[in-house]
């Protein structure tokens, strides 16, 4: 039982864990933007568009009266409208980043030492191959 809980400590207390921790909650809040957004100003403005249709009111009676079940599939299509959504911007996000990280890929690190032809560090004042001295 030692070893047990020993491991989950270690399992627990690993970087990726908590970054998924982390990934969870603002996914949480995400969410609860996207949803605002579907259903504040999407949503309205689709309604206007169709000439005061309210989707998230449709639905299908499966029985009578006030308490009866109802298939309600206009909020099913909100709902995939704020898929959609959430979808969209986790893809614009994620080729922002991807953009980010071959800019910082592409930055030079290296520079060619002119006496050997070696590559070596941009910084480097003295090559380490052949022990020239170099210009700034």
């Not at 071959?102 to 004042?125: M, N």
């Amino acid at each position: 039982m030692k070893s047990f809980i020993k491991e989950f400590k270690e399992f627990i207390s690993k970087g990726s864990v908590m970054d998924m921790a982390v990934g969870i909650i603002i996914g949480g809040a995400f969410t609860a933007i996207v949803t605002s957004l579907v259903n504040d100003v999407v949503m309205p403005v689709l309604s206007l568009l169709t000439g005061g249709f309210d989707f998230t009111q449709l639905s299908i009676p499966l029985g009578e009266g006030e308490e009866a079940a109802a298939l309600n599939y206009g909020a099913f299509i909100s709902a995939i409208i704020n898929f959609l959504l959430i979808a969209l911007v986790i893809f614009l996000i994620i080729k922002a980043i991807n953009k980010f990280k071959k800019k910082q890929e592409e930055e030079v690190t290296t520079k060619v030492c002119p006496f050997c032809k070696s590559e070596i560090d941009k910084d480097a004042t003295r090559c380490p191959h052949c022990t020239s001295e170099l210009d700034g």
